[in-house]
């Protein structure tokens, strides 16, 4: 089991930024790839980004050059920095994580509000 606890959601005003973080514990060792999803109200969760843990990242179109992904494999944690953010970036944002094995487990979510 991998249990994650996401922080660093909120309220910011467009073109602001946000940073997730994402902290990782239980069987941390069987965890390949971490990254970030998100559902905005009334569409389904989509890919934000991914890392795996030798660092091969992989980011949705619609934010590649605005988000950063990056991983402490010592650490366990996967961060998202969100950059000139957009009212269309409002969603909750999850943590996944995919193990060596295909299994995946997800974090409770953190609100992220971007206000025109």
């Known amino acids: 089991q991998v249990q994650l606890v996401e922080s660093g959601g909120g309220l910011v005003q467009a073109g602001g930024s946000l940073r997730l973080s994402c902290a990782a514990s239980g069987s941390t060792f069987s965890i390949n790839v971490m990254g970030w999803y998100r559902q905005a109200p009334g569409k389904q969760r989509e890919l934000v980004a991914t890392?795996?843990?030798?660092?091969?990242?992989n980011y949705a179109d619609s934010v590649k050059g605005q988000f950063a992904i990056s991983r402490d494999n010592a650490k366990n944690t996967v961060t998202l920095q969100m950059n000139s953010l957009k009212p269309e970036d409002t969603a909750v944002y999850y943590c996944?994580?995919?193990?060596?094995?295909?299994?995946?487990?997800w974090g409770q979510g953190t609100q992220v509000t971007v206000s025109s």
């Open positions: 890392i795996s843990r030798g660092g091969t990242t």
């Open positions: 996944n994580t995919e193990g060596y094995s295909g299994r995946t487990f």
